[in-house]
């Protein structure tokens, strides 16, 4: 079984490169981040073509969640339960479901923006929520993950350069210290291989010669369960697949399951 997470950064602009993935790369279940379009306009009609099913937890804002499976889709459930509003607004942030033998999340945690910011404290908030929404299936025998962009940076090797981020969000003790109680839980970080350099990074900013000078950052995760972390063969990040006019910013993380 092959599962990727992938934040693309708008779905209708990287529907092209998303589709042709979809059919190379062998993906089982692909859980999309920052798909910025509402649930109705989601391409769930070209997807059902190539024989995925679609959820979806969208509004069209600068967020938005997706699982797309051809697997099977069943129990799905939007939202974090629990889970906190930013200025009065549920943000669509999360959507679960079980896809084959694997029970699956799709998060989009929030940037934080700066530390001061009142974002950050939701962001802290809303990884609380999390921990707390996935404490059960985290401790069930099947196998369980929370994939997508967590905005964490979990160690200063998954920066490509830590001086420059001393202060920001991102690599904050808060963060770091979020995360780790989500690993508490009975989650483990699924590291996956680069496909190029040392470090598997799996973001690169538009700007600057990001990309091309290897100047990113893993933010992008895979956290699972003791039996689905015993499961994996392989993982990987598809560095191939953020070259090229039209990509987005962030890169798919590739998990292979033996289920």
């Known amino acids: 079984m092959r599962i990727a997470t992938w934040n693309v950064n708008s779905i209708t602009a990287r529907l092209p490169r998303l589709l042709a993935w979809l059919e190379?790369?062998?993906?089982?279940v692909l859980c999309i981040q920052e798909t910025k379009t509402t649930a109705e306009a989601f391409p769930a009609?070209?997807?059902?073509?190539l024989g995925y099913e679609s959820a979806v937890n969208a509004s069209g804002r600068w967020n938005g969640v997706a699982l797309?499976?051809?697997?099977g889709l069943d129990d799905v459930a939007l939202g974090l339960p629990g889970g906190p509003?930013?200025?009065g607004v549920q943000e669509p942030r999360a959507i679960s479901a079980t896809c084959g033998p694997a029970r699956l999340w799709s998060v989009y945690v929030p940037n934080g923006r700066e530390v001061e910011h009142a974002h950050y404290a939701y962001k802290l908030q809303w990884f609380e929520a999390?921990?707390?929404a996935v404490a059960a299936d985290a401790a069930e025998t099947r196998p369980f993950a929370v994939l997508g962009d967590f905005n964490v940076a979990p160690t200063d090797d998954d920066v490509w350069d830590p001086a420059l981020f001393v202060g920001a969000t991102h690599v904050s003790p808060g963060e770091r210290a979020a995360l780790a109680a989500l690993r508490e839980a009975g989650?483990?970080?699924v590291v996956p291989r680069p496909l190029k350099y040392d470090h598997p990074f799996t973001y690169w900013d538009y700007r600057q010669l990001g990309f091309p000078k290897n100047r990113g950052m893993r933010i992008d995760l895979v956290y699972g369960n003791e039996t689905f972390a015993k499961a994996v063969t392989d993982s990987y990040v598809d560095r191939e697949e953020r070259k090229g006019k039209g990509a987005s910013d962030h890169a798919p993380v590739v998990v292979d399951l033996d289920v």
């Open 24 to 28: 190379s790369s062998g993906t089982d």
């Open 130 to 132: 999390l921990k707390t």
């Open 68 to 71: 797309v499976s051809r697997v």
């Open 85 to 87: 509003d930013y200025e």
């Open 45 to 49: 009609d070209v997807l059902r073509e």
């Open 187 to 189: 989650l483990s970080d």
